[in-house]
């Protein structure tokens, strides 16, 4: 068992959370918002790679944690995306645009699901 205690199993599940509770740093009303939000999505996701392989070979709950609080916040810039496909669309196509890229997160899922081994 990688928590000395069973009470802190769920502590990095909550991390995920907590990590897509600290994106309000990238703050929507900026002029250049899109540009910030997905490089520091990127680092993140970089930085939780990262930290996923430490944890791994340190068999340590606190590294996994802050790789998870990491995740967190990568997977709530993912959710921008819909955001910024709606600013640089033309007005006439901005419903048509936003909508692809939903269906994007379905079919994406859905293969996922399938092409599993």
């Not at 970089?46 to 995740?71: E, R, W």
């Not at 921008?80 to 645009?97: D, H, I, N, T």
Request: proline share 3%; glycine share 8%.
């Amino acid at each position: 068992m990688l928590a000395p205690s069973s009470s802190l199993i769920t502590l990095p599940l909550s991390m995920v959370s907590h990590g897509g509770c600290h994106v309000s740093s990238v703050s929507v009303h900026e002029q250049d918002w899109q540009k910030k939000g997905f490089i520091t999505r990127v680092l993140n996701g970089m930085v939780a790679a990262a930290v996923s392989m430490a944890a791994t070979m340190f068999h340590s709950i606190l590294l996994l944690c802050l790789k998870l609080f990491f995740l967190g916040i990568y997977q709530a810039l993912a959710q921008f995306y819909r955001f910024a496909v709606g600013e640089a669309a033309l007005p006439a196509s901005r419903a048509k645009a936003i909508s692809l890229v939903l269906a994007g997160g379905v079919v994406a899922s859905a293969a996922g699901a399938i092409t599993r081994p």
